[in-house]
């Protein structure tokens, strides 16, 4: 078995839907029925890990609804509510070289084209325009910011992202 750090995380189960074993989805993937692409899945629960089959899956409104394999009831799928579904790392596609995942950047260190060390990036989000990096501040900030919001935009801002070095480096001021 993989250890944790192999693990992607890519959703969680939220609440029964019906009466058949049926559970909403929330997916952390690019779009919501891409979790699918993904077998099997590793739930923990009871503070073990579990390997869980997707028997069934539907797109329901917004998000998705599924029911795993062994599971009939709606008290199964109760007892799997709010567990976090995750894949081995292996399961994930090769990206390209100019492609990666948001988990490769959390951590990594920003710093602007002049030298400037803004920080590590703590989390990303998406607004719709561009992705955007959450940058948590050094402890020594000269500007007084806790926190940069930097938008993860190609060429423009982002000048390059040194996966080996861990380090993005970027067209922004310090001011901003």
Request: charged share 30%; hydrophobic share 35%; proline share 2%.
């Amino acid at each position: 078995m993989s250890s944790q750090t192999d693990k992607v995380l890519l959703g969680c189960v939220g609440a029964p839907y019906g009466i058949k074993g049926w559970v909403k989805i929330t997916t952390y993937t690019e779009s919501v029925e891409s979790i699918f692409d993904y077998s099997p899945w590793q739930l923990v629960v009871n503070g073990k890990s579990q390997e869980v089959e997707v028997a069934q899956w539907r797109l329901h409104g917004k998000g998705v609804i599924a029911r795993f394999k062994h599971v009939e009831d709606r008290d199964d799928a109760a007892r799997l509510t709010g567990q976090e579904i995750y894949v081995n790392e292996d399961q994930l596609a090769e990206l390209g070289d100019d492609d990666f995942y948001w988990r490769e950047l959390i951590g990594m260190e920003v710093k602007n084209i002049k030298g400037y060390h803004f920080g590590h990036v703590d989390a990303l989000m998406e607004t719709g325009s561009n992705d955007v990096l959450q940058v948590k501040a050094n402890a020594r900030d000269g500007f007084g910011k806790k926190e940069r919001l930097i938008p993860l935009v190609d060429g423009d801002v982002i000048k390059n992202i040194d996966r080996e070095n861990r380090l993005i480096e970027v067209d922004w001021d310090p001011d901003f």
